[in-house]
Nanobody, 123 residues
């Protein structure tokens, strides 16, 4: 599956941003999806995951209550709504497709990755 992430940009602390990830190639609705991020000098970390139907979601503790992952299988798109952004959220955000119907929190559980979109939060 090919993934194209978009929606990143420069915002101020406290602002909101919505990332989108459009998928093509593989049957999108059969697989879990995830968002990861990587800040300069840091390892890639899990942000949020969603199951194939959207019925199950999971979040990193650092974004719980502020970020919401969702998907629209009719549009082959997964979203990440980010509210109350902080400077610590500054990173390149990647969407990824899982190898199963469910999403995990480790990069090795995902078989396809988008190119990343940069989110910069100024304080």
């Amino acid at each position: 599956v090919q993934l194209q992430a978009s929606g990143g940009g420069l915002v101020q602390a406290g602002d909101s941003l919505r990332l989108s990830c459009a998928a093509s190639g593989r049957t999108f609705s059969r697989y879990g999806m995830g968002w990861f991020r990587q800040a300069p000098g840091k390892e890639r970390e899990f942000v949020a995951g969603i199951s194939w139907s959207g019925g199950s979601t999971s979040y990193a503790d650092s974004v719980k209550g502020r970020f919401t992952i969702s998907r629209d299988n009719a549009k082959n798109t997964v979203y990440l709504q980010m509210n109350s952004l902080k400077s610590d959220d500054t990173a390149v955000y990647y969407c990824a497709a899982s190898s199963t119907r469910y999403s995990g929190s480790f990069p090795y559980e995902y078989t396809s990755w988008g190119q990343g979109t940069l989110v910069t939060v100024s304080s």
